[in-house]
């Protein structure tokens, strides 16, 4: 005769865990534990796959699957999911592995997160210089990364004042500057706001601020405002004057063709034709400016009265 001992006791539950691994200066496995709830008196046999969530098979981890044995009198399991290097700067990322199909236990918690943590410095950014020719149109400016990142890096700019003037040499700017994971570069634009006027050469500041993903290595830019305008011309004025009972001034007016966002300076000096210095006139010589904004000044050259009998 058989006797026949029927088991009644529940079948285990099986679990698989969590794991974080640091990205390293080379490959290496993440190591998975698949753990049942109570030993049991048969061997357990499930299967696991790996899916991708945000890292991605073939360039953050090599794509896993197969099957784990928990012999009898036992409780865990181990299993390996490889994980591949990279030198770029990127946030966290994570896969996914899956139990299912299990013989001889349920399956009470089926999946387990692989967090990839980077482990790569952060790129830096810069800024360059610019030279834009003072007509009405847009100066671009370029941000640039050290390297390229795996990540969106966001960067805020904004201009200010030096010897341009916003509102009359160009157009203030403020925003934000992305350059997307794998370029290394973004350009972005500031307004130049063209005159007549001849004038120097011009400057505005570009300046970097809160970064995300990077830092700043050189976090400011100039913005030079060339001028193209021609200089304007000098002209004087024929004087008459009458020589009455008592010395006086012949006043000369020095004119600009045109007015002028520098001071101009101009030498001027008499000379003898019929009129004789120290006789009819005094020997006049100096310097005449013409303040930038006005586009006349005088000087004076004094007249002698004499008697001829």
Do not use: M, R
């Amino acid at each position: 005769g058989t006797l026949t001992i029927l088991d009644d006791d529940t079948e285990p539950s099986l679990s698989i865990n969590d794991v974080s691994y640091t990205e390293s200066g080379s490959a290496g496995n993440a190591t998975f534990t698949v753990t049942l709830s109570a030993v049991s008196g048969q061997d357990v046999v499930v299967n696991y796959a790996s899916s991708n969530s945000t890292a991605l098979a073939g360039s953050d981890y090599t794509a896993a699957s197969g099957t784990v044995t928990i012999l009898a009198g036992n409780t865990t399991q181990t299993f390996n999911v490889p994980v591949l290097v990279d030198t770029l700067d990127e946030v966290s990322e994570t896969a996914t592995l899956t139990l299912s199909n299990a013989s001889n236990a349920s399956i009470s918690d089926a999946t387990g997160t692989l967090t990839i943590l980077d482990d790569d410095i952060e790129p830096s950014l810069s800024i360059n210089d610019v030279s834009f020719t003072e007509t009405t149109g847009n100066a671009t400016l370029t941000v640039t990364l050290s390297e390229v990142s795996g990540q969106d890096v966001v960067v805020s700019f904004a201009t200010s004042d030096d010897t341009a003037t916003a509102g009359t040499d160009y157009t203030a700017g403020t925003g934000t500057v992305t350059i997307p994971a794998g370029s290394i570069t973004a350009t972005f634009d500031v307004s130049v706001i063209g005159d007549n006027l001849n004038e120097v050469d011009e400057t505005a500041t570009v300046t970097l601020s809160s970064p995300t993903g990077a830092t700043i290595s050189d976090g400011t830019g100039t913005l030079t405002i060339t001028n193209d305008d021609n200089e304007p011309s000098l002209s004087i004025n024929d004087v008459s004057y009458t020589e009455s009972g008592s010395a006086g001034n012949a006043t000369f007016t020095v004119t600009l063709s045109e007015v002028s966002s520098k001071d101009v300076e101009v030498d001027y000096a008499s000379s003898n034709s019929t009129a004789l210095a120290g006789s009819d006139y005094t020997a006049a010589s100096g310097t005449v400016t013409i303040l930038a904004g006005n586009t006349t000044q005088t000087f004076n050259v004094p007249v002698l009265s004499l008697i001829h009998i």
